[in-house]
C-alpha cells in the first residue's frame, strides 16, 4: 500500500458522487487534518452520505469508478481505490444536516464538500463515547476533537 493515492482515490469518488447527484460530505482523519491545519495521519478517507442514498446503486457505481468492494457494514461501506487507498463511505442520519451544512474547499482540480469544524468536533465526541468502539479509535477521536478545538502541538515546544 506504499502507493496508496489519497487525493487520485478522493478526485475518483468526487466523480463517482457528482455522476450520482447525491449529498456527501469528506469527515474523519482527513478532514481533521483540514480543519485542524495540521497533517494527521489516517490509514483511510472517509465520507459521510445522505441517509437516504440507495447503498446498492452507490456500490455499482463505486465499483465501475476505480473501487473495490471490501465490506459491507450497518452503517458504512468498505471500499479500496484501485491505487490502494481504503475508502470509507458512512450512513448515518445523524450525520445528514452535517453534510448540508459542508463546505465546499477546492484541491487542486476538484471540490470537495468538508463538514464544519464544529460539526466534526461532534461527530469525534461521539465517537469516542461509544462504549462499543475499540479503545485506540475512541482514544484517536479524543484527541482530534482536542486538536480541533485549539489543542495545537508547538513544534518548537519541549517535553
Do not use: C, Y
Not at 475518483?12 to 494527521?40: F, N, S
Not at 465520507?47 to 473495490?68: M, P
Request: glycine share 6%.
Amino acid at each position: 500500500m506504499d502507493d496508496a493515492d489519497k487525493v487520485g482515490a478522493l478526485r475518483d469518488a468526487v466523480r463517482v458522487l457528482e455522476k450520482l447527484a447525491v449529498r456527501w460530505a469528506l469527515i474523519g482523519g482527513v478532514a481533521v487534518g483540514i480543519r485542524a491545519g495540521v497533517p494527521r495521519a489516517t490509514l483511510d478517507t472517509d465520507l459521510a452520505v445522505a441517509s437516504e442514498v440507495e447503498r446498492d446503486t452507490l456500490v455499482r457505481a463505486f465499483l465501475a469508478g476505480h473501487f473495490s468492494l471490501r465490506g459491507e457494514f450497518a452503517h458504512s461501506v468498505n471500499f479500496r481505490h484501485a491505487s490502494g487507498e481504503p475508502m470509507q463511505v458512512v450512513f448515518d442520519p445523524e450525520f445528514d444536516p452535517m453534510i448540508e451544512r459542508a463546505e465546499p474547499i477546492r484541491f487542486g482540480d476538484i471540490t470537495v464538500p468538508v463538514v464544519t469544524t464544529s460539526d466534526l468536533i461532534a461527530m469525534k465526541d461521539r465517537a469516542a463515547a461509544d462504549p462499543a468502539r475499540r479503545r485506540s479509535k475512541a482514544l484517536r477521536d479524543a484527541a482530534d476533537a482536542a486538536l480541533l478545538r485549539g489543542d495545537v502541538p508547538d513544534p518548537d515546544e519541549g517535553w
